[in-house]
């Protein structure tokens, strides 16, 4: 049975992305390829968001479920830029984010608190104030369904990106 926490966090995912939404609003491909110096370009932060190619957030929040404290290595600060992904335009690579995204909204609705209190290691998180054996619901808070999350990091990073792209023309 469905409880409030899963319900919460895909109201906040679903939230986090109307922000990104707003923030890629009339992003041209032009502005959407540049970088400033030693920074993401906004299709390489949408890239970041998505994760790596083919496993997706989704696969690893399901691993929660398929096994007894699964082992997920999580490659940090990794735009995962692929050659299929460097072919899409801004505008799809910002359909596949919020595609996720709800996919894992969706998968959030449905958690038990059981399933929500079940554990992963997550290497990474060794030294956080999350630990390394965080709580499904921890780590669908930390990807989006949260007030510090992942996805609202990399909003306010596009952000910060757009405008110094704006200022350097």
Partial sequence: MANSAGNKLA????????????????????????APT?????????????GPEGTGHLQLLQ??????????DVEAENPF?????ARMSFTQLF???????????????????EQLDRTAQIPMLKGTPFGEFPTL?????LLGGG?????QFHTSHL???????????
């Fill in 147 to 151: 007030n510090e999350s992942h996805l």
């Fill in 95 to 113: 359909s596949e984010v919020e595609r996720a995204y709800e996919e894992m909204a969706k998968f959030s609705e449905g958690l038990s608190k």
């Fill in 11 to 34: 109201k906040n995912i679903r939230l986090r992305i109307e922000e990104l939404r707003k923030v890629c609003k009339g992003v041209d491909e032009r502005t959407a390829s540049r």
């Fill in 63 to 72: 691993a929660f479920l398929q096994q007894e404290t699964p082992r997920l």
């Fill in 159 to 169: 952000r910060e990106i757009l405008q110094k792209l704006a200022g350097a023309e």
């Fill in 38 to 50: 030693g920074k993401w370009s906004p299709r390489e932060i949408l890239s970041h968001l998505l």
């Fill in 81 to 85: 830029f692929s050659e299929s992904r």
């Fill in 137 to 141: 619901e921890t780590w669908i808070g």
